[in-house]
């Protein structure tokens, strides 16, 4: 017979909301991350106190969704549209969606002592895009710290400039809302020609540039250079997004110089030039600033920044776009191929054969995901082709920089891109673990031949 008696046990209730979540893939909570920071940020725009004008749900939830995913597009004008109070709602979103949300929620959590058990620490590594699950927590802080440390520096510097033009409080808002937005690669801005009216301004160019190329490279790198301080010791990764920065931005100043010659920079003093071609070579690598007028450059400069916007910056950084490590791989896996060697070497170390994979895995995904939305929109909108694809690869890689085409969109367009900013802000690869969950096969075939090429 069964036993009716009560238990001499306490009773407990069942955690079914926690199994729930922890049964998720990480995939799946870092989607419902991002949609909850979207909904709470379209629910505080949508409040009178954050608009001088009405705004509409469609408005608010692109505003946000710009805002969590740090790209920057915009269908109103974020300085004349949005109160104290939104700018700041907006400055907050940029915030916790460029160091991402998975970021704080390891600091939290182990600050009010719950346990990072093996599952909670393979979510915490997916959205941290870390390998090292022992380092989770150190990591988490780290980048907190670094990044209100670079921060604090760079408003401080803005304020002081800005005080005697601006007023002391004035400049101070500024400075948090443009440094906040340029060190996370978000390319909001308060004047409706983004950075146009600073184009000569050394300081404001500067300071703007280098927290995006800071906050561009990756918290491991900073932490490298920070801590390891000595090049020879330097991870290989840290080495190979430094080296190519240095070099992908040198080359795209000086390109941009020789297109833009005789066209955009032709009436501006020597200074000034420089300073223009220099910042708009750097700011695709997804900052979405512009001190120059997008719909005024020559096709082949839109070329070349539809480029630099796709190979974006350094993994575990406020950066999109393909990263850099990724390009860098699918680069020396060609020439491995073209010599035909079977194993891939970059610096006397051998590249992972699955390493390998992923990068052409997600260059093949961009492809793909770049080419059913340019479709999409050239179906939908009755726009220039050409603008069609420098926003659409934009809003993949998170980037910002825009021609014109956002605010002119209709409601399909607007839902298109909007996806376009979540997926390129949580990454393609993790998108579709939502659909195909990665499962290993131990089963091997015999060999077969297939043509290639």
Same mark, same amino acid.
């Given at each position: 017979?069964?036993?009716?008696?009560?238990?001499?046990?306490?009773?407990?209730?069942?955690?079914?909301?926690?199994?729930?979540?922890?049964?998720?893939?990480?995939?799946?909570?870092l989607i419902i991350g991002f949609?909850?920071?979207?909904?709470?940020?379209?629910?505080?725009?949508?409040?009178?106190?954050?608009?001088?004008?009405?705004?509409?749900?469609?408005?608010?939830?692109?505003?946000?969704?710009?805002?969590?995913?740090?790209?920057?597009?915009?269908?109103?004008? $974020?300085?004349?549209?949005?109160?104290?109070?939104?700018?700041?709602?907006?400055?907050?979103?940029?915030?916790?969606?460029?160091?991402?949300?998975? $970021?704080?929620?390891?600091?939290?959590?182990?600050?009010?002592?719950?346990?990072?058990?093996?599952?909670?620490?393979?979510?915490?590594?997916?959205?941290?895009?870390?390998?090292?699950?022992?380092?989770?927590?150190?990591?988490?802080?780290?980048?907190?710290?670094?990044?209100?440390?670079?921060?604090?520096?760079?408003?401080?510097?803005?304020?002081?400039?800005?005080?005697?033009?601006?007023g002391w409080e004035r400049a101070?808002?500024?400075?948090?809302?443009?440094?906040?937005?340029?060190?996370?690669n978000a390319g909001f801005a308060?004047?409706?020609?983004?950075?146009?009216?600073?184009?000569?301004?050394?300081?404001?160019?500067?300071?703007?540039?280098?927290?995006?190329?800071?906050? &561009?490279?990756?918290?491991?790198?900073?932490?490298? @250079?920070?801590?390891?301080?000595?090049?020879?010791?330097?991870?290989?990764?840290?080495?190979?997004?430094?080296?190519?920065?240095? @070099?992908?931005?040198?080359?795209?100043?000086?390109?941009?110089?020789?297109?833009?010659?005789?066209?955009?920079?032709?009436?501006?003093?020597?200074?000034?030039?420089?300073?223009?071609?220099?910042?708009?070579? @750097?700011?695709?690598?997804?900052?979405?600033?512009?001190?120059?007028?997008?719909?005024?450059?020559?096709?082949?400069?839109?070329?070349?920044?539809?480029?630099?916007?796709?190979?974006?910056? &350094?993994?575990?950084?406020?950066?999109?776009?393909?990263?850099?490590?990724?390009?860098?791989?699918?680069?020396?896996? $060609?020439?491995?191929?073209?010599?035909?060697?079977?194993?891939?070497?970059?610096?006397?170390?051998?590249?992972?054969?699955?390493?390998?994979?992923?990068?052409?895995?997600?260059?093949?995904?961009?492809?793909?995901?770049?080419?059913?939305?340019?479709?999409?929109?050239?179906?939908?909108?009755?726009?220039?082709?050409?603008?069609?694809?420098?926003?659409?690869?934009?809003?993949?890689?998170?980037? &910002?920089?825009?021609?014109?085409?956002?605010?002119?969109?209709?409601?399909?367009?607007?839902?298109?891109?909007?996806?376009?900013?979540?997926?390129?802000?949580?990454?393609?690869? $993790?998108?579709?673990?939502?659909?195909?969950?990665?499962?290993?096969?131990?089963?091997?075939?015999?060999?077969?031949?297939?043509?290639?090429?």
């Amino acid at each position: 017979m069964k036993n009716w008696l009560p238990s001499n046990r306490p009773y407990s209730r069942p955690k079914v909301l926690h199994n729930e979540m922890t049964s998720l893939s990480p995939a799946s909570l870092l989607i419902i991350g991002f949609g909850i920071m979207i909904a709470v940020g379209t629910c505080l725009l949508l409040l009178p106190m954050a608009n001088n004008y009405p705004i509409s749900f469609s408005e608010a939830l692109f505003s946000a969704t710009s805002a969590v995913t740090v790209t920057g597009l915009i269908v109103v004008d $974020t300085g004349s549209q949005f109160s104290d109070f939104g700018q700041w709602v907006i400055a907050a979103l940029i915030q916790f969606g460029g160091l991402g949300f998975m $970021t704080f929620a390891v600091v939290i959590l182990k600050g009010i002592g719950i346990k990072l058990d093996l599952k909670k620490r393979l979510i915490m590594r997916e959205g941290l895009a870390q390998t090292n699950l022992g380092s989770l927590v150190d990591t988490a802080k780290a980048v907190i710290i670094f990044a209100l440390t670079i921060e604090a520096m760079a408003i401080v510097v803005l304020t002081c400039h800005w005080q005697s033009s601006l007023g002391w409080e004035r400049a101070l808002h500024n400075a948090i809302f443009y440094t906040v937005s340029a060190f996370n690669n978000a390319g909001f801005a308060l004047q409706s020609d983004s950075l146009t009216g600073y184009r000569d301004d050394w300081v404001v160019n500067g300071v703007i540039s280098g927290l995006f190329i800071v906050g &561009g490279l990756g918290f491991l790198v900073l932490i490298d @250079v920070i801590k390891v301080r000595k090049w020879q010791k330097f991870s290989l990764n840290s080495k190979v997004v430094i080296v190519a920065t240095c @070099v992908i931005n040198v080359i795209a100043m000086c390109m941009f110089l020789l297109l833009e010659w005789r066209n955009t920079l032709a009436a501006m003093p020597l200074g000034e030039q420089l300073q223009a071609a220099w910042f708009q070579a @750097v700011t695709p690598r997804t900052a979405g600033f512009n001190t120059l007028d997008m719909a005024a450059l020559n096709d082949s400069t839109t070329l070349l920044m539809m480029l630099l916007m796709l190979i974006g910056g &350094g993994s575990m950084s406020t950066a999109s776009g393909l990263k850099i490590g990724t390009v860098v791989i699918m680069i020396v896996a $060609t020439y491995a191929s073209l010599r035909q060697r079977s194993y891939v070497n970059l610096v006397r170390r051998e590249i992972a054969n699955d390493l390998v994979y992923r990068a052409f895995s997600l260059f093949f995904i961009y492809f793909i995901a770049v080419f059913v939305a340019v479709f999409a929109l050239a179906v939908s909108e009755q726009k220039s082709l050409l603008d069609i694809v420098f926003e659409v690869v934009s809003a993949v890689s998170t980037v &910002g920089l825009s021609r014109g085409l956002t605010g002119e969109l209709s409601a399909f367009g607007e839902g298109v891109i909007i996806v376009l900013m979540i997926v390129g802000r949580i990454g393609p690869l $993790t998108f579709l673990y939502l659909l195909a969950k990665p499962k290993v096969k131990y089963a091997r075939y015999a060999p077969a031949s297939l043509q290639v090429g």
